[in-house]
């Protein structure tokens, strides 16, 4: 999400984020969607869809199997 949204801070705090507290780090990445317009209840395709009709090209990344 950093990189995406160019947003500033570490990869190793990240980690540790996530690592030692999980729920923390979801919930920091749950506001800071929320924040940038996306909508929870229409889940990664709706908020896809939303965003391409918006003129906003949105990446979707692929699932490796």
């Excluded at 919930?27 to 929320?34: A, F, I, M, N």
């Excluded at 317009?37 to 699932?63: C, H, R, Y």
């Amino acid at each position: 999400m950093r990189a995406q949204y160019n947003i500033r801070g570490g990869c190793c705090t990240d980690c540790l984020t996530h690592f030692f507290c999980e729920n923390c780090g979801l919930t920091q990445q749950y506001r800071e969607l929320k924040h940038r317009g996306f909508d929870m209840s229409l889940g990664w395709t709706g908020n896809a869809e939303k965003q391409n009709q918006g003129g906003v090209a949105m990446v979707v990344p692929t699932i490796m199997t």
